[in-house]
């Protein structure tokens, strides 16, 4: 990418995550972000179609800069979340007034699909690496799906509480809605033997 274009971009991410963090999304507009980025308007609509199309990229760019990056799922879930996910959780934490934006009623849909997106590779992956028959007779992307969308929501619930508890606590959770399922079936399973 030519260094111009990824200046520009960059100062005009830097200016969504900024100004919604102290405004929220709703209170944002183009020409604000222009005037805080110093671009002009036409050259932002050269990179953006929206103000969500900017916000997506801008928290893709925020957590790769921050290294924050979901761990691969692991077949065999052990009782205690690794440590991989109490770091991604912290990038959610550090940038919470974003997030908080990002996944509430007048929020991202963009953004929160991208992350659900990820989250549901991640799940597919592991689904089809493990030898588990919890989600037998259902295609794997469903399984992986119905995964992501509980990882992502509580992931979204933690984030917007008032008294958020902290991320190890969030991370017990999000790895309770992961393990618990599987755990659930085995336990069936072994009482039907």
């Keep these: 990418m030519d260094r111009r274009v990824a200046r520009t971009r960059h100062q005009l991410?830097?200016?969504?995550?900024?100004?919604?963090?102290?405004?929220?999304?709703?209170?944002?507009?183009?020409?604000?972000?222009?005037?805080?980025?110093?671009?002009?308007?036409?050259?932002?609509y050269q990179h953006y179609e929206d103000k969500h199309a900017?916000?997506?990229?801008?928290?893709?760019?925020?957590?790769?800069?921050?290294?924050?990056?979901?761990?691969?799922?692991?077949?065999?879930?052990?009782?205690?979340?690794?440590?991989?996910?109490?770091?991604?959780?912290r990038h959610f934490e550090s940038h919470a007034a974003v997030y908080a934006t990002i996944f509430g009623d007048h929020g991202s849909p963009l953004t929160v699909a991208r992350l659900q997106a990820r989250v549901a590779d991640l799940?597919?992956?592991?689904?089809?690496?493990?030898?588990t028959d919890a989600f037998a007779g259902m295609p794997v992307r469903v399984a992986a799906a119905g995964l992501a969308g509980?990882?992502?929501?509580?992931?979204?619930?933690?984030?917007?509480?008032?008294?958020?508890?902290?991320?190890?606590?969030?991370?017990e959770w999000i790895w309770r809605v992961l393990s618990e399922p599987g755990a659930q079936v085995r336990r069936v399973a072994d009482s039907a033997q």
Excluded: C, K
């Design 13 to 44: 991410e830097q200016a969504i995550l900024a100004l919604v963090a102290e405004r929220g999304l709703d209170a944002v507009t183009v020409a604000d972000l222009v005037e805080r980025a110093e671009v002009n308007r036409s050259t932002f």
């Design 54 to 89: 900017l916000l997506a990229d801008a928290v893709d760019a925020a957590m790769s800069a921050d290294q924050a990056t979901l761990p691969p799922v692991p077949s065999d879930l052990d009782d205690n979340p690794p440590e991989s996910l109490v770091r991604y959780l």
């Design 123 to 131: 799940a597919q992956e592991a689904i089809e690496a493990s030898e």
């Design 150 to 171: 509980s990882v992502v929501g509580v992931l979204g619930t933690w984030i917007a509480m008032e008294d958020r508890p902290d991320v190890e606590t969030a991370a």
